[in-house]
Structure formats: structure tokens, C-alpha cells
């Protein structure tokens, strides 16, 4: 096991078998070992920074049904809401103000006018903040949407492919949604121009060991500047309300597979991961995450963006909250870098 991660972190790959070996036969001894060895490849392209990312949820309307997924189409007992262009510029407003020079703007999978109308929005952010960066995550658009985006001035979008197999990702989704038209959305964002993220939820129903090895090797044929792994956390309103949550060691492990075979990688220690555990924010960060997104939405419309059960929000997982995360990644041996932080070598990010 000891040389197989001193392998992974030499040649930045592994083969099918030695990743099926790494992902069923890491006892604690060697998770720590591989953790460390990732946190100091981190370092070394990032020393002790960690970026942070004001997160933005822009609104929970949804035509997708996705089965794991609390804002799913399907679900009736959550109270809808669409901020508005207004309330978007407020809470750039204060990101801008407290220090944040990334804005994500995340939300349900919404209708063309909304496009529309997100369009005006990015035009408005890039003429007020000509110095931050803009991240989408809007889900699945056609090409020429994705353009209009990036030609609006956003420069980076987030799009996990959730699974790179077929029957699994059946088993996640309707019929109506398709895998190929997932990664046909990252091959037109990555062509486009954008810093790409992708990447799994941990644990989500289904996903066997194999899905793991398929998505490893995906991703590190896609070389996405962003990856995003966070554990699979059930919520009470889906079909998956009874199954159990992804594991916290297999996310860690999982984080620092990742770190090793993309070094210089934008990867966040999800909030996900901070609603698993309430020192999940420092587990994934010692496991070689770089990122943190305190969320910058309006406190009155956080509790209605819940993709899961408990989702946290609140102390240091929220933008007002800097000061107790910039504490507490301290307590670590990390410090807060407010830049707005682009995938090493970007050039001319404006
Ligand atoms: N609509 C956009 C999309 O599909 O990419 C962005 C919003 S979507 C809610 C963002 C991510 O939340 C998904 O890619 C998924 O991995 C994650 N997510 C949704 N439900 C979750 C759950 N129950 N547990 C953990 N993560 C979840």
C-alpha cells in the first residue's frame, strides 16, 4: 500500500487494479499517509493558502428530477424562490466588501428567459467588479448558452458529471437526462474557454468501487481545473430518503487521490463535507482541498436550497462568518487568501 501511494504521488497515475487495491484496502494508517502526502503536494503549488469563494444560490427552480436531489422538480414541499437581479447584486455587494473576489452563482436547473436574464446579470457584475472571478453552476445549457455566459464575462463554470457510468447514472436520473448529454455540456464548456469543475457525490446510491475507478480515470483524462467530491447526504423529500450517507474516510481518501493526480487542481472542501462533520471543513482541507465557499446567499432564503438534510449554513460555513473560518483554518496552519485565486497559469483571466 506504501508504494502504491508513493507511486500515485510520483507519476500522477495509477492503473484500474492498484486504484481498485488503493480504494478497498486503505486501513487508517495509510488514509494518513496518503492525506499527508497530498496536503504536501497542495503546498507546494498553493502553500498554506486556502481560496475562498463567495457562494451565491441564486434560486431552487428546478426542471430536473434528479432522484438524490432535494430541489428536484418532483419534490412539492419546498417553497420555491428565484433571486432577483437586485438581490444578486447586494450579496456581491457584500462579498466585494467583505473581501471575496470569486462570486459562484449556483442554482436549480431554471428556464431559458432565466438564462435571459442571468445574462444581464454576469454583464453587470463584470462592468461593477472588472477584478473578480465569476463562477457559474447552472446546470445543463446549449452550446450557444454557455457562450453567451462566458462572452458576458463569466470565466468559470462547476458541472458534476455525478457518475461516468451508464447504469449508474440511470439509477440517479429520469430517462429524460442522459449522461452523454452531461459530458457533452463539459466538452463545450472546456472548449468555450472556461475553467471547468466536475466531479461525484461520495456514497451516492449505487456506486460501487468500479463507478469509482471509472470516474477516477474519467477525470483524469478531462484534467477539469475544478474538482468537486463531496459525500452523498440523503434528503427526507426524495426517493433516496432512507439510504445511508457517503462515508467521510472514502471522501477523504477519495480528496487526496485526487490532489495527487491533479496537483495543481482548484478542489473545495465542500460544504457537503462540513454538513457530515463538524470538522469536516478542516478534514477535506488536510486531505488536500485548496478551496472554501462560505455561503453569501440572503440568510432569509438559505434553509429553501436544500439539496439535503441540515445542510450547513450558518457560523463558518457562511460569508459573515469569515472571521471564525479564517480562525479556524489558523488552528490548522492555513490562512485565508482573499485573490481570486484562478487555476495556476490561467492567462488573461479578465
Ligand atoms: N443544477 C446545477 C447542476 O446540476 O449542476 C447546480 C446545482 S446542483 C444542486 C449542485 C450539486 O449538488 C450537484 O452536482 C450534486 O452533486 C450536489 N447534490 C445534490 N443533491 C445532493 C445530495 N443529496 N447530497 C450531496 N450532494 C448533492
Known amino acids: 500500500m506504501r508504494d502504491l501511494i508513493e507511486r500515485l504521488y510520483r507519476e500522477q497515475t495509477l492503473p484500474p487494479d492498484k486504484l481498485r487495491t488503493l480504494l478497498t484496502c486503505c486501513d487508517d494508517e495509510h488514509l494518513s499517509l496518503i492525506r499527508q502526502k497530498a496536503c504536501e503536494v497542495a503546498q507546494t503549488h498553493f502553500g498554506n493558502s486556502i481560496y475562498i469563494r463567495g457562494l451565491i444560490e441564486i434560486g431552487n427552480c428546478c426542471r430536473n428530477d434528479c432522484y438524490y436531489c432535494g430541489i428536484r422538480c418532483s419534490n412539492r414541499a419546498i417553497e420555491r424562490y428565484r433571486l432577483d437581479k437586485e438581490d444578486i447584486l447586494a450579496c456581491c455587494r457584500e462579498g ?78 429520469p430517462e429524460k437526462m442522459s449522461l452523454s448529454n452531461r459530458l457533452r455540456c463539459l ?81 473545495p472542501s465542500t460544504t457537503a463535507l462540513a454538513t457530515l462533520v463538524p470538522d469536516g471543513r478542516e478534514l477535506g482541507i488536510l486531505s488536500g482541498a485548496n478551496v472554501v465557499m462560505p455561503n453569501l446567499s440572503p440568510s432569509q432564503q438559505r434553509h429553501k436550497y436544500a439539496l439535503y438534510d441540515n445542510k450547513a449554513s450558518m457560523g463558518a460555513e457562511a460569508a459573515e462568518g469569515l472571521k471564525l473560518l479564517e480562525e479556524r483554518m489558523k488552528a490548522i496552519g492555513y490562512i485565508i487568501d482573499k485573490s481570486r485565486g484562478d487555476y495556476p497559469g490561467t492567462s488573461d483571466p479578465l
Open 96 to 173: 466585494y466588501a467583505l473581501g471575496f473576489r470569486t462570486f459562484v452563482m449556483q442554482g436549480g436547473e431554471d428556464s431559458r428567459s432565466h438564462d435571459e436574464q442571468m445574462i444581464d446579470i454576469i454583464t453587470t457584475i463584470r462592468q461593477h467588479y472588472p477584478d473578480v472571478a465569476i463562477t457559474l453552476s447552472l446546470g445543463e445549457k446549449d452550446t450557444a448558452t454557455y457562450r453567451r455566459f462566458y462572452e458576458a464575462g463569466a470565466n468559470r463554470y462547476l458541472l458534476r458529471h455525478e457518475t461516468h457510468n451508464e447504469q449508474h447514472y440511470r439509477m440517479l436520473h
Open 187 to 267: 466538452n463545450d464548456l472546456k472548449d468555450i474557454g472556461f475553467q471547468t469543475g466536475t466531479g461525484i457525490m461520495v456514497g451516492s446510491p449505487g456506486q460501487t468501487i468500479d463507478h469509482l475507478i471509472e470516474d477516477i480515470l474519467f477525470i483524469g483524462d478531462f484534467r477539469p481545473q475544478m474538482i468537486g467530491i463531496g459525500p452523498f447526504l440523503p434528503h427526507h423529500d426524495t426517493p433516496f430518503a432512507d439510504r445511508p450517507t457517503g462515508s467521510l474516510k472514502q471522501t477523504l481518501l477519495l480528496l487526496a487521490i485526487f490532489r495527487l493526480m491533479h496537483p495543481k487542481a482548484l478542489i
